[in-house]
Nanobody, 125 residues
Framework: QVQLVESGGGLVQAGDSLRLSCAAS????????MGWFRQAPGKEREFVVA????????DYAGSVEGRSTISRDNAKNTVYLQMDSLKPEDTAVYYC????WGWGPRHDEDKYDYWGQGTQVTVSS
C-alpha cells in the first residue's frame, strides 16, 4: 500500500533552519504532484508548497516564500522541505501529501490522494 513518512521535525529557536523529508512508497512517485501542508493549533490545515512531478515547477504560499525550498529526488522517492529563518508562527504539524490530479488543484487538499502522518515543528521565540 501507499505510505508517506515524514521526518525532520523538532524544536528549534527562531531564526534556525530545519529540513523535512517525506519518503514515499507504493506509488509511481514521479507521476505525483507532492505538496506540504501545515496545521497550527486551533487553525485549519493550510497549503505551504507544492512541486510537480519532474521537480521543475514549484509554488509557495506567501507566508514561506523566500524562506523555504522544496525539492524532490525521484530516484529516492523522497520530497524535501528546507525551511530557513524559522518564525514562531511556523509552529505546526507539517504533512506531506501526494496528488494525481495534476498541477491545477495543487492548493486543494481534497485533491491529494495520500497523506503522511505529520511531523511536529515547534519554533520558540
Amino acid at each position: 500500500q501507499v505510505q508517506l513518512v515524514e521526518s525532520g521535525g523538532g524544536l528549534v529557536q527562531a531564526g534556525d533552519s530545519l529540513r523535512l523529508s517525506c519518503a514515499a512508497s507504493g506509488l509511481t512517485f514521479r507521476t505525483y504532484v507532492m505538496g506540504w501542508f501545515r496545521q497550527a493549533p486551533g487553525k485549519e490545515r493550510e497549503f505551504v508548497v507544492a512541486i510537480n512531478g519532474n521537480g521543475r515547477i514549484t509554488d509557495y504560499a506567501g507566508s514561506v516564500e523566500g524562506r523555504s525550498t522544496i525539492s524532490r529526488d525521484n530516484a529516492k522517492n523522497t520530497v524535501y522541505l528546507q525551511m530557513d529563518s524559522l518564525k514562531p508562527e511556523d509552529t505546526a504539524v507539517y504533512y506531506c501529501a501526494a496528488s494525481q490530479w495534476g498541477w491545477g488543484p495543487r492548493h486543494d487538499e481534497d485533491k491529494y490522494d495520500y497523506w503522511g502522518q505529520g511531523t511536529q515543528v515547534t519554533v520558540s521565540s
